[in-house]
């Protein structure tokens, strides 16, 4: 049964365990930081956010650091860490399938080698599955798979142009879809074909998201080429030309391990990591320069939790957050949030 909290209330951030691949070897304490040290707020919130619990239980189990996305009127959880208890951080091919986000079906297993860190996409109405890495191996993939019903999986690709790649981005933007890993910038119209534009687009990075808005591509945070945490902005039209964004005032703090996702007219960047601390916020823009920190308050009961290594989905006209990673563990809980 659904529980909806007041607009007033912390978003429960609710999820797994600490998680280890590409983070810090930090042996300190997480820490749980919702940014309120590193930016001022105003005294009231500029918009109205309803947080709803859609589920406290799913089927799937705890999960973390899956690839997701909605296909043929389901939403989509493919690899990533999946489990009902320790150990937390095996790897996964499993595929699951929701009709409503909230209860799932187990689609099939074992049909493509355990990953997390990779990519999955709708390309020519077929959910496209590009490279990522297992720790447990330990092996790194340049691979490409397809499906149209995640129940067999087509190997396209096993060696693929643009080499190994993960915790890469894949991201469409007029007809072409750009993969982003390291500096590097490649292209393509079928999701097969696979052209470089540049290797020199911005400091080198992966662990970033991407996000279209307004016709061009985002690059946001992430980890650069030495492992530190950043919180640059980086904007193109076409994928080979990219310019910084110079934000007003502070946005965001430096981390990893974040969403970031375009809903009513807004870009969202919800929680992530810097280290040994998880964030509990969320930050919200409508131009890419002007940011904003939603002002949450803690729970009555204090339980409020960072979260990293989460997915955020728009579904339902709402943000939808699957699973993560907080500072006790893993977590089978999913959560909405609806602009009022």
Known sequence: MKT???IKQYLLLFFL???????????EPLVIADDEEEMELGDTN???LLFTTETEEDQIGQFANNAMVEYDGSVWAVGGYIGSGPPYFISTNQVWRSENGANWLSVSTDQFPARVG????VIDDKMFMIGGRNNDTPEDFGDIWSSTDG???VLENNASIFG????HTVTELNGRWYLIFGSSVWSSANGLDWTLETNEAFPNRNFHKTIVFNNELFVIGGLDEFGSRVNDIWRSTDGINWTQVSPTGTPFTPRNFHTVTAYNGKIWVIGGRNGTVIYRDIYYSSDMIHWTQYELEPDSDGTS?????????LYNDALWIFGGYNSVGASSKISSIKEE
Do not use: K
């Open 118 to 121: 990779h990519t999955l996409n």
């Open 17 to 27: 365990g600490t998680f280890l691949i590409g983070c810090s070897s930090d042996d």
């Open 46 to 48: 500029e918009i109205s």
């Open 305 to 313: 939790d960072g979260l990293y290594a989460h997915s955020t989905l």
């Open 151 to 153: 129940l067999t999986w």
């Open 4 to 6: 909806i909290t007041s």
């Open 164 to 167: 190994e790649v993960y915790y």
